[in-house]
């Protein structure tokens, strides 16, 4: 934005320069004063562009650092083939308390928030999201509890869709730890293991669970990684 003023600046005290240096009729001034604004404006529009487009960046590169944290705390807990899955849900338990409150107590978890916790510890340990055909009913069969016990227990979920988009948020998180692991890996074989039919509905879920593209996270993560060489 400074450049762009002192650009423009500049183009003032040239045109002032050559009004002085030459005789020009009022008509030619007046002319060279409607381009000096139209310069002018074209040159504040851009500043303005790049302002937005620096923030969004900004933005978009704070929530990939976000996420790649995210990614390290679930690579070290969930990711963990030493720990067995009760200890993998303590301390889950414990870091999402200390996520919600670090001054105050956290309140104990209800029966649906520990369900849930241990259904996600399990489903992340084990991965059953890699089979494609893994759906709302099949997650009921692999908790071993009747449909009925599951929609008690996460009434949220009574919805196969919303159950759907669950799932896919596993696959998409699972797919951002791949593209953090190997980023040489087509994205072929991303959509493979990770259980998607296809490369639109893989795009689909990276986008609603990230807010980005796959190919902008991957992207952005080999720049994050060339600048900490």
């Known amino acids: ?26 008509a030619t001034a007046e002319g060279v004063i409607v381009i000096l604004v139209v310069i002018v404006i074209v040159l504040l529009v851009l500043g303005g562009l ?55 107590k956290a309140a104990p978890m209800d029966e649906e928030h520990a369900f849930f916790v241990k259904m996600d510890a399990r489903v992340n340990k084990e991965k059953p999201f890699t089979d494609p055909d893994f759906d709302y009913y099949a997650l009921i069969e692999f908790m071993g509890v009747s449909q009925d016990e599951f929609c008690r227990l996460i009434p949220r979920y009574k ?50 669970s990230f807010g980005i593209t796959p190919i902008d996270y991957l992207n952005t993560i080999s720049r994050m990684l060339k600048n900490k060489v």
């Open 1 to 26: 934005m400074r450049k762009r003023i002192t650009v423009i600046t500049l183009l003032l005290l040239l045109t002032t320069q050559f009004c002085h240096a030459h005789v020009v009729t009022l």
């Open 50 to 104: 790049g302002l937005r487009q620096s923030r969004i960046i900004r933005q978009r590169n704070e929530q990939l650092r976000r996420i790649l944290n995210a990614l390290d705390d679930y690579r070290a807990i969930v990711g963990n083939g030493e720990l067995s899955l009760d200890d993998q849900e303590e301390m889950v338990k414990k870091k999402q308390s200390a996520a919600k409150t670090k001054t105050t």
């Open 159 to 208: 919805d196969p869709e919303r159950t759907k988009d669950y799932i896919n948020s596993l696959r998409a998180e699972y797919a951002a730890k791949l593209l953090m692991e190997h980023s040489d890996s087509s994205m072929e074989s991303i959509v493979s293991k990770c259980g998607f039919k296809d490369a639109a509905a893989f795009n689909s879920a990276f986008k609603f």
